[in-house]
C-alpha cells in the first residue's frame, strides 16, 4: 500500500488550461504539504494545511488553489497555466506540526507538469 | 530566516570511496536537522535526523552529527555503493517561526562501478 500517492503522475498541457493535481495519505498523519521542485532540483514548499486548515501559504500566485476535503486528502489547483509551471509538483504528509519527531516528511512520487 | 546550505555537486566518486556532503544551517533556536535522499525518479524519503546538539543520526552506513557550535550536520559514509548514487538534500526544522521544513539546495552523488 502506497503511504503518499499523488495522481497524474505526469501531466503535459498547453498554457492557459486549468490542471488539478490529487494526493492522498493512508498513514493517518494530521498534516500535508504541497511542495515544488524546479529543474534544478530546488524544494519550495507551497502550502501546509494541518487537519483541513490552511496553516503555510507561501508566495504562490493565486491561480493556484489548494483544498483539503478531509485530512486525508490535499488537492492542488491551477489555474491559467504558464510556462514558469513546469516542474514536479511533490505531496508529502507529517504526523504532525509540532516536535521533532512529529515533523518527519512523508513524500509521493511526485507529478511532473510539462506546460507547452 | 532559517536557512541551509550544502556543498554544491555533483559529486562522483568510485565504489568504496569516502563520503563527505558538508551541510550548514542558520537557524534561531534549537532547530531539528534532517537528511533526506531522492533516488531517480521518486519523492525524497528520510535518511536520518538529529533533534537536538551531539546527537548522531544514523541509517544505511550513513551518519551526521549535530554540532551547534559550527552549525553543521555534515553527511558522511565510509564505504559508498552504487546503490548510494541519487540526490541529497540537507534539511532543517526550526523551533520557531513556523512549522516549515527548510532544504538545502541538493548534492548529486554518482557512484561509479
Known amino acids: 500500500d502506497t503511504a503518499v500517492s499523488q495522481t497524474p503522475k505526469y501531466l503535459v498541457t498547453q498554457m492557459g488550461n486549468d490542471k488539478s493535481i490529487k494526493c492522498e495519505q493512508n498513514l493517518g498523519h494530521d498534516t500535508m504539504y504541497w511542495y515544488k521542485q524546479d529543474s534544478k532540483k530546488f524544494l519550495k514548499i507551497m502550502f501546509s494545511?494541518?487537519?483541513?486548515?490552511?496553516?503555510i501559504n507561501e508566495t504562490v500566485p493565486n491561480r493556484f488553489s489548494p483544498k483539503s476535503p478531509d485530512k486525508a486528502h490535499l488537492n492542488l489547483h491551477i489555474n491559467s497555466l504558464e510556462l514558469g509551471d513546469s516542474a514536479v509538483y511533490f505531496c508529502?504528509?507529517?504526523?504532525?506540526?509540532?516536535?521533532?519527531?512529529?515533523?518527519?516528511?512523508?513524500f509521493g512520487a511526485g507529478s511532473r507538469l510539462t506546460v507547452l | 530566516g532559517n536557512s541551509v546550505t550544502q556543498m554544491e555537486g555533483p559529486v562522483t566518486l568510485s565504489e568504496e570511496a569516502f563520503l563527505t556532503i558538508n551541510c550548514t544551517y542558520t537557524a534561531t533556536g534549537y532547530p531539528s536537522l534532517f537528511w533526506y535522499v531522492q533516488y531517480p525518479g521518486e519523492g525524497l524519503q528520510l535518511l536520518l535526523k538529529?533533534?537536538?546538539?551531539?546527537d548522531k543520526g544514523s541509517n544505511k552506513g550513513f551518519e551526521a552529527t549535530y554540532r551547534k557550535e559550527t552549525t553543521s550536520f555534515h553527511l558522511e559514509k565510509g564505504s559508498v555503493q552504487v546503490s548510494d548514487s541519487a540526490v541529497y538534500f540537507c534539511a532543517l526544522i526550526g523551533n520557531t517561526g513556523g512549522f516549515k521544513t527548510i532544504f538545502g539546495a541538493g548534492t548529486r552523488l554518482f557512484v561509479k562501478a
Open positions: 494545511y494541518n487537519n483541513k486548515e490552511l496553516i
Open positions: 538529529a533533534t537536538k546538539a551531539d
Open positions: 508529502a504528509s507529517s504526523q504532525d506540526l509540532g516536535g521533532p519527531g512529529a515533523n518527519v516528511l512523508t
